[in-house]
């Protein structure tokens, strides 16, 4: 049972939207409330490679909280919180939501927060993140979320970038067995930055509560209590939502930009066409509002559908056990679950026969969505077998904000294809082409690009930086956007994500960049030369590793220089690198022009079988990094 009709309309839709683009989405388009409704869909002169609803205008908080609330669904849940590492949990109507965040943007406009100023919001996963994000949003200011297992390096590469007016923090986050102290980090990151934001709004959590810095500090609980409640400011379709930052090929993160109209549309109607879902359903995203998932998929999409959305803080396994998800699935009647393969595998791991699934009631849940990183096939079908239900596998990235492929609930599934992220999303014109853009034969791998223009929601530029996002993302395919994945679309349509062209890995769905994490290693006093990879990991999908030539002289213990190197990346980038294993190796294999070869360490570390790239400048090299790489198991 796959979930399939047998009578998919997908290739109604696509074909209807391939033949009239602007008709598909002006039709999506009203479905939100608007200021002043967009006469223009879409115009190609504006912008790097054009701009969605030019002319229309519209607050995006309003559509999430107020118009609902208006339409009579005030007293239905918008938010439910589950945390079972600190054994609370909070329910929030629609009515609810609103008050807190209408007050949230009054406390902030009070203190001089207004349209098109930035705001840093840096918490764990409580409601308040939501709310922060939303009140930016109903202020028109530009909300920039950073995930908190970065360090304090990249918050305050964060805030340099962004020159935020206001910091949203709390005092902690709470990891398995252990408090994550934000304040500190927040103070070091400020101390870092060449920016310094006029305040920091914190939220007092009872775990672990933070001493506030006089004269910059305000104490969230307070603010939020004595503020007036914050009308809507009406902004552009084209102007920033968010920010979010990204891994790039450097360490210098990208600035994804959201637009506000454009963003709206498209997750309005991936909430119907894709998952299936309508007013008053309930939606899990178990993600991070860190990540882009967390924005489109916790916040935004769920409350401009008029959905219940259930925000988790806790992990697959260990809180308390690996039936923690089916748990929150039952008791709070989740329709879909959106999660990432590695949440699955986890489970998989510590309860393979599913014995903790006994006793709970998931007769409301119609289907598991995935995405985040490839899904292994065995992976997936474990979880259709256990489930019953349709796994749902979809490929998107930061970038784009939702899905470029998938299955479409709201059109009736196509039968499911494991391995596969599905067919490409109606508003996708997704090609395959070579190395000299040339599209390649159905079945062939190659690079995924998207014809221009990249449909709503999808990134417009990056943050202040219009060059660096045409050399990243437009011109090595002009005409294309590049998503620096490989893949293929076989015969039938369904497109298969292989790997990233870039130094981009994916530990356990989170987005890493090796070159990072090679600038840190590199800036060891004792390191003359390094190679980060991604080797496979039967848990979170890769795994970096590390290999370090030392400088001539260094006669230091190689495991005391391998765990100040594990120490570096972790507190400069931060424990979500997961980076824990360095080696020192004699030399780096190299191409005769001196490029190192790290395809060809990965699959040595991999123990795939690998041709000796013709152009390498010592053969000799590769037998001694096998050495390196089996003598110690990983
Ligand atoms: N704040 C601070 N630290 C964090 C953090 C946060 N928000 N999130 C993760 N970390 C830390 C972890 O505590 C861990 O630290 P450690 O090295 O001291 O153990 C480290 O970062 C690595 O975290 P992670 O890679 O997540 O591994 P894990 O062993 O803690 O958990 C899983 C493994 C599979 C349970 C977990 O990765 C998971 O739930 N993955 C789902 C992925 C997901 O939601 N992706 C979002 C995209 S859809
Ligand atoms: P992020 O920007 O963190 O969402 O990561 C985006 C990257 O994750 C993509 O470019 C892919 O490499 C990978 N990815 C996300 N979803 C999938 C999927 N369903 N299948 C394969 N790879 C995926």
């Known amino acids: 049972m796959d979930g399939s009709t047998g009578a998919s309309r997908y290739d109604e839709v696509y074909a209807a939207w391939r033949a009239d683009p602007d008709a598909f989405w002006r039709r999506a388009a009203e479905r939100l409330e608007w200021a002043t409704p967009p006469a223009t ?21 309003w559509n999430a909280l107020d118009r609902h609330v208006g339409a009579g669904r005030g007293a239905q849940a918008a938010l439910i919180w589950d945390s079972p590492i600190t054994g609370r949990a909070a329910r929030f109507t629609y009515a609810e939501l609103l008050d807190r965040v209408a007050r949230l943007a009054g406390a902030l406009a009070a203190r001089g927060v207004a349209k098109g100023d930035r705001v840093i919001v840096y918490m764990p996963m409580v409601p308040e993140a939501a709310i922060a994000m939303l009140a930016c949003a109903r202020l028109g200011a530009v909300h920039s979320v950073v995930f908190g297992g970065f360090a304090a390096a990249e918050l305050a590469a964060r805030i340099a970038d962004a020159k935020p007016r206001a910091i949203v923090s709390a005092s902690c986050g709470i990891e398995p067995g252990r408090v994550v102290k934000y304040k500190p980090l927040l103070d070091a990151a400020i101390a870092l930055s060449p920016h310094r934001p006029d305040f920091c709004v914190i939220l007092q959590r009872p775990e672990h509560p933070c001493e506030l810095t006089p004269g910059r500090d305000v104490d969230y609980a307070a603010a939020e209590a004595e503020a007036p409640h914050q009308p809507c400011e009406i902004v552009a379709a084209t102007d920033p939502l968010y920010i979010l930052y990204t891994s790039g090929t450097t360490g210098a993160p990208k600035g994804i930009v959201r637009d506000n109209g454009g963003h709206a549309v498209a997750l309005m109607n991936s909430m119907s066409m894709l998952y299936g879902l309508k007013a008053g359903d309930v939606m899990w995203t178990a993600s991070d509002v860190g990540w882009v998932v967390g924005h489109s998929y916790i ?19 260990g809180t308390p056990d690996a039936g923690a998800f089916w748990r929150v699935c039952a008791e709070h009647g989740v329709k879909v679950l959106f999660t990432a393969p590695t949440a699955i595998r986890a489970i998989r791991k510590e309860d393979p026969e599913a014995k903790l699934l006994a006793g709970y009631d998931l007769s409301k849940l119609e289907a598991l ?26 490929w998107w990235q930061t970038e784009t904000g939702w899905s470029i492929s998938g299955n479409f609930r709201g059109l009736g599934l196509f039968p499911a294809r494991f391995g596969s992220g599905g067919k490409p999303a109606p508003g996708y014109d997704l090609r395959v082409l070579d190395e000299g853009g040339q599209e390649v034969p159905r079945g062939q791998i190659g690079t995924l690009a998207v014809k221009l223009p990249l449909p709503p929601a999808n990134l417009p530029t990056l943050w202040h930086a219009d060059d660096r996002f045409r050399s990243a993302y437009l011109e090595t395919f002009p005409g294309y956007y590049n998503t620096s994945d490989a893949g293929l679309v076989d015969e039938e349509g369904y497109v298969f994500v292989m790997s990233r062209t870039d130094d981009i890995i994916n530990v356990a769905g989170h987005r890493l960049s090796t070159g990072a994490m090679e600038e840190v290693l590199a800036a060891h006093p004792d390191v003359a030369e390094c190679a980060v990879v ?6 979170k999908g890769q795994a970096p590793i590390g290999l370090v030539v030392l400088k001539a002289g260094v006669d230091r213990a190689e495991a005391d220089i391998a765990k100040e190197l594990v120490a570096l990346v972790r ?3 931060g424990p979500v690198a997961a980076f ?32 000796v790239p013709p152009t390498i400048d010592d053969p000799v090299i590769l037998d001694e990094i096998s050495g390196v790489l089996k003598a110690a198991e990983r």
């Open 41 to 61: 869909v879409f115009d190609p002169g504006m912008g790097v490679y054009g701009r969605w609803f030019p002319d229309g205008r519209l607050n995006t908080c």
């Open 299 to 317: 916040v935004y999409a769920p409350l401009l559908a008029g959905c219940t959305t259930v925000m988790y803080e806790g992990k697959p396994v």
């Open 571 to 573: 507190d400069r980038i």
């Open 580 to 611: 824990k294993d360095a080696r020192v190796v004699p030399r780096l294999p190299k191409t005769r022009s001196g490029k190192i070869l790290r395809g060809t360490i990965r699959k040595i570390a991999d123990g795939e079988t690998y041709a």
């Open 369 to 394: 969505f995935l995405a985040g990183e490839r899904c292994d096939p065995p992976t997936a079908e474990w979880a259709h077998a256990l489930l019953g239900k349709p796994v749902i596998d979809h």
């Open 534 to 539: 991604g080797v496979k990991d039967s848990l």
